[in-house]
């Protein structure tokens, strides 16, 4: 596979480790159709899929604040990605910040390119990723934030966490030239919207009644038809991250596929087994486990390698989640850290053994030359504990700024009412 590192555009545009060839210098019609189709099934992630995911899964006196977070989110990423994200994450810098040079998309036009791909093409296709990062947090304190803190947290947050930390490993940063394998965003994206859901559950604490008082989702058909959306949508997640219409988008869709259909019925199959029954919500929060542990691996291992991270993606999550809730009493309500996090976590690890071509049916792409399992696992566990541990820090840093600014959390009395009507004076449903 060669080297893992960023490779630079002509116009020094830092492109995702993804297996492109080096700059071209003309256009690919069938890589930026790919890319643009791709964009819009990382949107649809969001919006609808992640919205009506998390709608389902919540009271339905709060189904509205979801959906508004989600949209909220969708537009103050996409402003500040155009003003100063795509600048720090994918401009010319130092290891750690990509610099102002690209601020406000200084220097794109319809005209320049990003390998062989227009450079809004690309800046398009990394918004979106800047867009449902954020908006997986919301699922860590769901039913009891100010909409008002939401809005100041994930500006700060984006600008603070994500797009530095993008640098890092997709901009040409430290991590990447360490040679880190997330091909799609293990790091980027699921470890540090886990880190920032649980550190986020804690500061604010758990929801009235929480541990005490049963709090179902109010309509699971709603989440299944969110949990359908995100599947489909991952393809472009994942897929899409090859920046290219070639076999490893090929090869990333079918693992990604292998393994959510593996966590889903892993899950579902403990379900069974420990409780009698096998759930709906257990089948989709096995599929999104699926997916997001093979998200930083899709692009470097094979269908055996996905399979059994899809199996481990199903056990390890499960246990995650119960011991999250039912152990350490925290109310990451809808589950963001022991499924994306861990998952994250487990993804970016797995992804330094079954990358390896040396592993018979499970084997991957093919490590780096001259560089062994033992000592890609090094540089995975670096990328693992560098992002939990920035991310982690920053965001408890932010939340105590927007604490001082607007405050966090809502009233009892508020809280009891319910985000729809307190928040936006609306009903999720009127009956």
Same mark, same amino acid.
């Given at each position: 596979?060669?080297?893992?590192?960023?490779?630079?555009?002509?116009?020094?545009?830092?492109?995702?480790?993804?297996?492109?060839?080096?700059?071209?210098?003309?256009?690919?019609?069938?890589?930026?159709?790919?890319?643009?189709?791709?964009?819009?099934?990382?949107?649809?992630?969001?919006?609808?899929?992640?919205?009506?995911?998390?709608?389902?899964?919540?009271?339905?006196?709060?189904?509205?604040?979801?959906?508004?977070?989600?949209?909220?989110?969708?537009?103050?990423?996409?402003?500040?990605?155009? #003003?100063? &994200?795509?600048?720090?994450?994918? /401009?010319?810098?130092?290891?750690?910040?990509?610099?102002?040079?690209?601020?406000?998309?200084?220097?794109?036009?319809?005209?320049?390119?990003? /390998?062989?791909?227009?450079?809004?093409?690309?800046?398009?296709?990394?918004?979106?990723?800047?867009?449902?990062?954020?908006?997986?947090?919301?699922?860590?304190?769901?039913?009891?934030?100010?909409?008002?803190?939401?809005?100041?947290?994930?500006?700060?947050?984006?600008?603070?966490?994500?797009?530095?930390?993008?640098?890092?490993?997709?901009? /040409? &940063?430290?991590?990447?030239?360490?040679?880190?394998?997330?091909?799609?965003?293990?790091?980027? #994206?699921?470890?540090?919207?886990? +880190?920032?859901?649980?550190?986020?559950?804690?500061?604010?604490?758990?929801?009235?009644?929480?541990?005490?008082?049963?709090?179902?989702?109010?309509?699971?058909?709603?989440?299944?038809?969110?949990?359908?959306?995100?599947?489909?949508?991952?393809?472009?997640? %994942?897929?899409?991250?090859?920046?290219?219409? %070639?076999?490893?988008?090929?090869?990333?869709?079918? #693992?990604?596929?292998?393994?959510?259909?593996?966590?889903?019925?892993?899950?579902?199959?403990?379900?069974?087994?420990?409780? /009698?029954?096998?759930?709906?919500?257990?089948?989709?929060?096995?599929?999104?486990?699926?997916?997001?542990?093979?998200?930083?691996?899709?692009?470097?291992?094979?269908?055996?390698?996905?399979?059994?991270?899809?199996?481990?993606?199903?056990?390890?999550?499960?246990?995650?989640?119960?011991?999250?809730?039912?152990?350490?009493?925290? $109310? $990451?309500?809808? $589950?963001?850290?022991?499924?994306?996090?861990?998952?994250?976590?487990?993804?970016?690890?797995?992804?330094?053994?079954?990358?390896?071509?040396?592993?018979?049916?499970?084997?991957?792409?093919?490590?780096?030359?001259? +560089?062994?399992?033992?000592?890609?696992?090094? +540089?995975?566990?670096?990328?693992?504990?560098?992002?939990?541990?920035?991310?982690?820090?920053?965001?408890?840093?932010?939340?105590?700024?927007?604490?001082?600014?607007?405050?966090?959390? #809502?009233?009892?009395?508020?809280?009891?009412?319910?985000?729809?009507?307190?928040?936006? %004076?609306?009903?999720?449903? $009127?009956?």
């Amino acid at each position: 596979m060669g080297t893992l590192s960023m490779r630079l555009s002509t116009l020094s545009i830092a492109l995702m480790a993804s297996g492109l060839a080096a700059a071209e210098d003309t256009l690919n019609a069938a890589n930026t159709s790919w890319i643009l189709t791709s964009t819009a099934l990382v949107l649809f992630m969001t919006l609808p899929g992640l919205a009506l995911f998390y709608g389902g899964l919540v009271r339905s006196k709060n189904v509205l604040s979801i959906l508004m977070q989600c949209f909220a989110i969708t537009c103050i990423a996409s402003v500040l990605w155009f #003003v100063v &994200g795509y600048s720090i994450a994918f /401009g010319e810098g130092n290891p750690y910040f990509g610099g102002m040079g690209k601020a406000l998309l200084s220097g794109v036009t319809s005209s320049s390119l990003a /390998g062989d791909i227009p450079e809004t093409v690309f800046v398009m296709f990394q918004m979106t990723f800047a867009i449902i990062t954020p908006a997986l947090i919301i699922g860590g304190f769901a039913e009891r934030i100010k909409f008002s803190a939401v809005v100041i947290f994930t500006a700060l947050w984006l600008l603070v966490v994500y797009a530095p930390i993008t640098h890092w490993v997709w901009g /040409g &940063g430290w991590l990447g030239e360490m040679g880190l394998l997330d091909f799609a965003g293990g790091t980027v #994206v699921h470890i540090t919207a886990g +880190v920032a859901a649980l550190v986020s559950a804690v500061v604010l604490g758990n929801r009235k009644g929480f541990g005490e008082t049963a709090m179902p989702p109010h309509n699971m058909t709603m989440t299944i038809m969110g949990a359908g959306m995100l599947w489909v949508g991952w393809f472009g997640f %994942n897929a899409g991250s090859a920046l290219a219409a %070639n076999g490893d988008a090929g090869m990333a869709m079918l #693992v990604t596929h292998l393994s959510a259909a593996a966590g889903t019925f892993t899950w579902l199959t403990i379900e069974w087994i420990k409780y /009698g029954k096998p759930s709906a919500l257990g089948a989709v929060t096995g599929m999104v486990a699926g997916l997001g542990t093979i998200t930083p691996a899709s692009g470097y291992v094979g269908p055996g390698g996905a399979l059994v991270i899809g199996l481990s993606a199903g056990i390890v999550c499960f246990y995650a989640t119960l011991y999250i809730k039912q152990v350490l009493k925290i $109310d $990451d309500s809808l $589950d963001v850290f022991p499924v994306h996090g861990v998952g994250g976590i487990l993804g970016t690890f797995l992804a330094g053994i079954f990358a390896s071509a040396e592993l018979g049916i499970f084997s991957g792409q093919g490590l780096p030359e001259g +560089v062994t399992i033992l000592q890609q696992l090094g +540089v995975q566990l670096t990328g693992i504990v560098a992002t939990f541990v920035y991310a982690g820090v920053a965001t408890y840093i932010i939340l105590v700024v927007v604490r001082a600014l607007v405050g966090l959390r #809502v009233t009892e009395d508020e809280e009891r009412e319910g985000l729809d009507t307190v928040s936006h %004076n609306e009903r999720g449903y $009127d009956l």
